[in-house]
């Protein structure tokens, strides 16, 4: 969407915000040997005390309030009776809808005892999304986006996943701009514009560059023993810096 008025960036604001405290929630609540299920359920009761609908369940009939997808799996992991155990490198994507209005993100992280590598990993994922947030406004070409990402994810020695990409939401799950790649495509001119709301997700992984599609229909892995860490917030372009609204 591309934002009309001041209730527009006030409402994306109240539903990332949500989005946001749904995810800390969840973190905080992670432990070994407590089910993936058990893990999802806590985020969806938290959206509903909240007044907010999971949004790949109501987009897309999605089986879970939230996705969590554990070491190699990468995105779209479906909350089951998969227990947490040590050492597992942790993804939570919750997508939310308030009133009409979208906020999608997410968070990797490690369950204590922590892998030195996965924990830098998970860190390095995140300053790279922060990199890229901090070098978009109005008028930037939305190639920046992936040129940058490419640029970090091989100076930290990772590759980057190309067959996921960031993309226009607010008051949808997925909107224009769509495919915004997380690599630099020369061929692409399209522009920011001042008041696009869109999301910033790199994925980078230990070796892997793409993920597979598995039976279930949902989940993505990669191919190989590849770890993948993911970070995602969705913000709002404006003449300077991005306003961005899934923060707590």
């Given at each position: 969407?591309?934002?009309?008025?001041?209730?527009?960036?006030?409402?994306?604001?109240?539903?990332?915000?949500?989005?946001?405290?749904?995810?800390?929630?969840?973190?905080?609540?992670?432990?070994?040997?407590?089910?993936?299920?058990?893990?999802?359920?806590?985020?969806?009761?938290?959206?509903?005390?909240?007044?907010?609908?999971?949004?790949?369940?109501?987009?897309?009939?999605?089986?879970?309030?939230?996705?969590?997808?554990?070491?190699?799996?990468?995105?779209?992991?479906?909350?089951?009776?998969?227990?947490?155990?040590?050492?597992?490198?942790?993804?939570?994507?919750?997508?939310?809808?308030?009133?009409?209005?979208?906020?999608?993100?997410?968070?990797?992280?490690?369950?204590?005892?922590s892998v030195p590598s996965l924990t830098r990993l998970c860190q390095?994922?995140?300053?790279?999304?922060?990199?890229?947030?901090?070098?978009?406004?109005?008028?930037?070409?939305?190639?920046?986006?992936?040129?940058?990402?490419?640029?970090?994810?091989?100076?930290?020695?990772?590759?980057m996943i190309k067959n996921l990409c960031s993309h226009g939401v607010?008051?949808?799950?997925?909107?224009?701009?769509?495919?915004?790649?997380?690599?630099?495509?020369?061929?692409?001119?399209?522009?920011?514009?001042?008041?696009?709301?869109?999301?910033?997700?790199?994925?980078?992984?230990?070796?892997?560059?793409?993920?597979?599609?598995?039976?279930?229909?949902?989940?993505?892995?990669?191919?190989?023993?590849?770890?993948?860490?993911?970070?995602?917030?969705?913000?709002?372009?404006?003449?300077?810096?991005?306003?961005?609204?899934?923060?707590?």
């Amino acid at each position: 969407m591309t934002i009309g008025s001041q209730n527009d960036i006030d409402r994306l604001k109240e539903v990332g915000k949500i989005v946001a405290l749904t995810i800390a929630e969840m973190k905080r609540h992670a432990h070994i040997g407590m089910t993936t299920k058990e893990l999802d359920d806590i985020g969806g009761q938290f959206l509903k005390r909240h007044g907010a609908v999971s949004a790949p369940k109501s987009t897309y009939n999605f089986p879970g309030n939230t996705c969590i997808s554990v070491n190699r799996e990468v995105a779209h992991g479906i909350p089951g009776s998969r227990k947490i155990r040590p050492g597992d490198l942790i993804n939570i994507d919750v997508s939310a809808e308030l009133g009409g209005y979208y906020a999608d993100a997410g968070h990797s992280f490690t369950i204590a005892p922590s892998v030195p590598s996965l924990t830098r990993l998970c860190q390095y994922t995140h300053d790279t999304m922060m990199k890229v947030i901090s070098s978009l406004s109005h008028g930037v070409r939305l190639n920046e986006i992936g040129r940058i990402i490419e640029i970090e994810a091989a100076k930290g020695g990772y590759k980057m996943i190309k067959n996921l990409c960031s993309h226009g939401v607010g008051k949808s799950l997925h909107e224009a701009p769509t495919e915004i790649l997380p690599y630099y495509n020369k061929h692409d001119k399209r522009l920011l514009r001042e008041g696009m709301v869109i999301t910033i997700e790199p994925f980078l992984s230990t070796r892997a560059d793409y993920a597979i599609e598995q039976s279930d229909g949902w989940t993505l892995c990669v191919p190989d023993n590849s770890y993948v860490a993911q970070h995602e917030h969705t913000i709002i372009i404006t003449k300077n810096q991005p306003i961005i609204v899934t923060v707590a």
